[in-house]
């Protein structure tokens, strides 16, 4: 089958001109738009330009293509603006996707009161630690971690809020056992195949270089408080429970920034929205805590 979005590229060169003036127009590279022209050249057996020095002219070919183009955009909008219509109401199914830690530990109360400001959205909450496609529609809004901003694809549009920063942290009755002397080896808990970070050996805390590995987030934080070791976490977590504490000696580390992320013609609906500008705010507040600034680092 024609992927549409080739349709797209060979409908801005037919109307730019130029290689160059469709690549400015959709904001990307010039061989983008010269490898998307040559895949549905190839996909339908014909060539759609001429190059000529003044630019690319159109094929007998390339003519009825532009035709049926120019029909498929017309229909595009008419149903974009009778589905749009239909989705201005504060209803229908709402699905957000965002790492366990942060429905758990952090937003599950700002999702309760969303839910009663606007009983008629169905609220479907994805977390896990494989995040669901905006592209593919697996989710309608993307709460994620993002190092930078770049890595993220074109198609999709961001909200940027706080930056996140983590910490390393033990149980506070294993530091007082470890500084007693107690002879049990401290271990590196992770979720990951990644072994001792150098920086993790600055602390004051030495841990034996064999890990203790956990299947998830939640079992990763239980693992610290059994003192089975110390761990890196989001210091809005680590910070809030009261059997851990921060390894002495260690900086915190920034994970990355929170971004608000929603696809194509979702983000226009009245229930995104209406969700990505309260939860906004929300994470604004809570600035200081995902930064780790809420409690002293002694």
């Not at 049926?68 to 989705?87: K, N, P, Y």
């Not at 592209?135 to 694809?153: F, M």
């Not at 056992?177 to 979720?191: E, H, L, M, N, S």
Request: hydrophobic share 40%.
């Amino acid at each position: 089958m024609i992927d549409w979005d080739d349709v797209r590229y060979f409908r801005a060169v037919a109307r730019g001109g130029s290689v160059r003036a469709a690549a400015e127009r959709l904001g990307v590279n010039h061989s983008t738009v010269l490898r998307r022209i040559a895949q549905l050249e190839e996909h339908l057996g014909a060539h759609l330009f001429e190059k000529l020095p003044s630019g690319y002219r159109l094929t007998s070919a390339g003519e009825e293509v532009l035709e049926f183009a120019d029909q498929m955009e017309a229909s595009s909008h008419r149903l974009e603006t009778r589905v749009f219509g239909r989705d201005q109401s504060a209803s229908g199914l709402l699905r957000v996707t965002l790492p366990p830690f942060f429905a758990t530990h952090l937003l599950m109360p700002d999702f309760a009161d969303f839910a009663r400001l606007h009983p008629d959205i169905e609220m479907e909450i994805q977390s896990s630690g494989e995040p669901a496609n905006l592209t593919n529609r697996e989710a309608d809004i993307a709460i994620r971690i993002v190092s930078d901003r770049k890595t993220l694809p074109l198609n999709l549009h961001g909200l940027k809020g706080p930056e996140l920063f983590g910490g390393i942290y033990i149980s506070r009755d294993r530091l007082a056992a470890w500084r007693a002397g107690a002879p049990d080896p401290i271990r590196w808990i992770v979720i990951d195949n990644l072994g001792l970070p150098d920086w993790a050996r600055e602390g004051e805390v030495r841990v034996t270089e064999v890990p203790f590995r956990t299947p998830d987030a939640e079992a990763q934080l239980v693992a610290a408080r059994q003192g089975i070791g110390m761990t890196k976490l989001p210091c809005f977590v680590g910070d809030a429970d009261p059997q851990l504490m921060r390894v002495p000696g260690i900086d915190l580390h920034m994970y990355g920034t929170l971004w608000l992320l929603t696809q194509g013609e979702t983000r226009k609906t009245k229930r995104v929205r209406l969700f990505t500008e309260f939860v906004s705010r929300r994470l604004a507040a809570y600035a200081p805590l995902l930064a780790g600034l809420s409690i002293s680092r002694d």
